[in-house]
């Protein structure tokens, strides 16, 4: 639920703004908890890194307008042109 509310938070135009340090509160508790039910060596550093997701969100703004999400729709795309190269630069 930590996570769940913070993300939410940080997604909102309207409050991101306002709830920067109560979301990167709630991160913090999260990854706490995340240690304590799983042991703190499962704490990858995508997990850890949810830490500065506050920080980012201050400087950056909402998760929306920095986020690579929209963009995932192309990488079949990307990745299908890259493969293709491949295989044209190998002669087959």
Request: aromatic share 12%; hydrophobic share 40%; net charge negative.
């Amino acid at each position: 639920m930590l996570l769940s509310v913070a993300i939410r938070m940080f997604l909102s135009p309207d409050i991101c703004d306002n709830v920067g340090d109560y979301g990167h509160g709630l991160l913090l508790q999260f990854v706490e908890h995340f240690g304590q039910l799983y042991g703190a060596d499962k704490i990858s550093y995508n997990v850890h890194g949810l830490v500065d997701l506050g920080d980012e969100v201050k400087c950056f703004g909402q998760l929306d307008s920095i986020s690579s999400f929209p963009h995932e729709n192309y990488s079949d795309k990307i990745s299908f042109r890259g493969l293709t190269h491949s295989f044209a630069a190998r002669g087959r």
